[in-house]
Nanobody
Framework: QVQLVESGGGLVQAGGSLRLSCAAS????????MGWFRQAPGKEREFVAL????????RYADSVKGRFIISRDNAKNTVYLQMNSLSRDDTAVYYC????????????????WGQGTQVTVSS
């Protein structure tokens, strides 16, 4: 099992930027595809982005494509989500996720989740 701890959330004005971090421990980080999901109040959790084990490939939800960038540092056991041009629609709790298979990450059928970090975008 991988333990995941998110950080970097907070309050930001529309148009601003935030960078989320997710520190992993417990297993060999480079064996895991990593993803970010989010859940807004009253809505289901939705896929945001994923990155493959080596970092060589990334995928994004259409709603964040061109604004968010997922990256990872396998030496630091950390995955990041750089969020730019934020809007109120991006307000949500953001979760980090890990699984041995990229497809399972994209589908949200992952083995491990973080506890989440709140991102609030004000107008």
């Amino acid at each position: 099992q991988v333990q995941l701890v998110e950080s970097g959330g907070g309050l930001v004005q529309a148009g601003g930027s935030l960078r989320l971090s997710c520190a992993a421990s417990g297993r060999t980080f480079s064996n895991y595809a990593m993803g970010w999901f989010r859940q807004a109040p009253g809505k289901e959790r939705e896929f945001v982005a994923l990155i493959t084990r080596s970092g060589g490939s990334t995928r994004y939800a259409d709603s964040v494509k061109g604004r968010f960038i997922i990256s990872r540092d396998n030496a630091k056991n950390t995955v990041y989500l750089q969020m730019n041009s934020l809007s109120r629609d991006d307000t949500a709790v953001y979760y980090c996720a890990a699984d041995l298979q990229s497809l399972r990450v994209q589908e949200g059928r992952v083995s491990d989740w973080g506890q989440g970090t709140q991102v609030t975008v004000s107008s």
